[in-house]
Nanobody, 127 residues
Framework: VQLVESGGGLVQAGGSLRLSCATSGFTFEDYGIGWFRQAPGKEREGVAAISRGDGETHYAEYVKGRFTMSSDNAKSTVHLQMNSLKPEDTAIYYC?????????????????????WGQGTQVTVSS
C-alpha cells in the first residue's frame, strides 16, 4: 500500500491550493481515505474524509465551507481543494487509509483509525 501526497506550497492568505493523494496497492473503492494535518508543536488533526460505507464526506468544523474533498476512482486518487486559506491552515498535510468499522465524523476524522500514511506535503499560508 502506498499513498503519495502532492500539491502543497506557499500561498497568500485568501488564496487556494489543490492537494492530491495518489494511492496504490489496495482496492481504492473499498476503503475510506482521510486528509489530516499537523502544525509544528501540535497534534495531528482531521481535515476531511470520505467514507465508503455510507458515501459521506466529513469535514472538520474549521474547514467547512472552504475545503472540498473529492475522489477520482479511475485514478485511485483523492483531492483536497482548499479555498480562502488562512495562516492557521499552515501545516504538513497527510492522507491515509481508514481501517475503522464505524460511520460518522467522530471516527473518520480521528487519525487513530488510519494506517498507511503518506509522507505529507507542506502547506504554508502567509498573512
Amino acid at each position: 500500500v502506498q499513498l503519495v501526497e502532492s500539491g502543497g506550497g506557499l500561498v497568500q492568505a485568501g488564496g487556494s491550493l489543490r492537494l492530491s493523494c495518489a494511492t496504490s496497492g489496495f482496492t481504492f473503492e473499498d476503503y475510506g481515505i482521510g486528509w489530516f494535518r499537523q502544525a509544528p508543536g501540535k497534534e495531528r488533526e482531521g481535515v476531511a474524509a470520505i467514507s465508503r460505507g455510507d458515501g459521506e464526506t466529513h469535514y472538520a468544523e474549521y474547514v467547512k465551507g472552504r475545503f472540498t474533498m473529492s475522489s477520482d476512482n479511475a485514478k485511485s486518487t483523492v483531492h483536497l481543494q482548499m479555498n480562502s486559506l488562512k495562516p492557521e491552515d499552515t501545516a504538513i498535510y497527510y492522507c491515509a487509509v481508514f481501517y475503522g468499522s464505524y460511520y460518522g465524523s467522530t471516527y473518520h476524522l480521528n487519525p487513530l483509525w488510519y494506517e498507511h500514511w503518506g509522507q505529507g506535503t507542506q502547506v504554508t499560508v502567509s498573512s
